[in-house]
């Protein structure tokens, strides 16, 4: 069964992988079927995540000693009510959905990212601590740029050097490492997937 998942596997990677370098009538079906049916496992994926979720919330609320049972139950209840809401009214402008999403969801989603403003201030003062050349160097460039982000030093001047230090931080180190990073992001997913697609890593086996 193993190798039978296997070969599926390989299949369908070499498939998708013509498909991308070639124009070809077959492979060009193949690949819209491969890519639809993606989609469907993605949507069935999604419902057995969401079956998960209030399965181990239902649990921990039948444990009633447990911490943090009452968590649990408010995220069992919110769940719930907006699935049924979605039900029974549907999408739409005018529906109570839109409502939740606008008035709910849109001001916790704005809470926690305000949140993780202070996490991300606190995060960088641990880390950009002077405790050897390489986080000295950080916290110079961190400097920098939040000096050069000021407005007052922004405006159009010939003593502009704050604003100058800035843009080339961002420009040239900056952008250099990002984009080192992002070269190696992109090989190591090349390996990764050429290994799924020679068979050295078999996850789906497992």
């Known amino acids: 069964m ?3 998942l296997t070969a599926v596997a390989i299949g369908v990677g070499f498939v ?3 498909d991308f370098f070639y124009r070809h009538p077959l492979l060009d079906i193949l690949g819209v079927a491969f890519r639809e049916w993606a989609i469907i496992l993605t949507a069935f994926a999604l419902l057995v995540g969401l079956y998960n979720l209030l399965h181990v919330h239902f649990l921990r609320v039948l444990r009633r000693h447990e911490p943090n049972a009452g968590y649990s139950l408010l995220v069992l209840a919110t769940a719930l009510t907006v699935i049924a809401i979605g039900f029974w009214f549907g999408l739409g402008s005018e529906s ?4 939740i999403f606008n008035y709910a969801y849109r001001p916790l989603q704005g809470a926690f990212f305000a949140l993780a403003a202070f996490f991300l201030a606190s995060a960088a003062y641990r880390a950009l601590r002077a405790r ?3 986080t000295f160097l ?3 460039a961190a400097l920098v740029v939040f000096v050069g982000q000021i407005p007052l030093t922004n405006t159009e001047s010939a ?3 704050a604003a100058q230090a800035k843009d080339w931080v961002l420009s040239v180190p900056a952008e250099a490492g990002v984009r ?3 070269i190696g992001v992109a090989l190591g997913t090349v390996a990764t997937g050429l290994r799924l697609i020679v068979g050295l890593d078999r996850p789906y086996s497992e």
């Open 2 to 4: 193993r190798w039978l």
């Open 16 to 18: 998708m992988l013509a």
């Open 96 to 99: 109570p959905m839109t409502w």
């Open 132 to 134: 050897s050349i390489e």
């Open 138 to 140: 950080m916290l110079i």
């Open 159 to 161: 003593f502009n050097i």
């Open 180 to 182: 080192g990073i992002l």
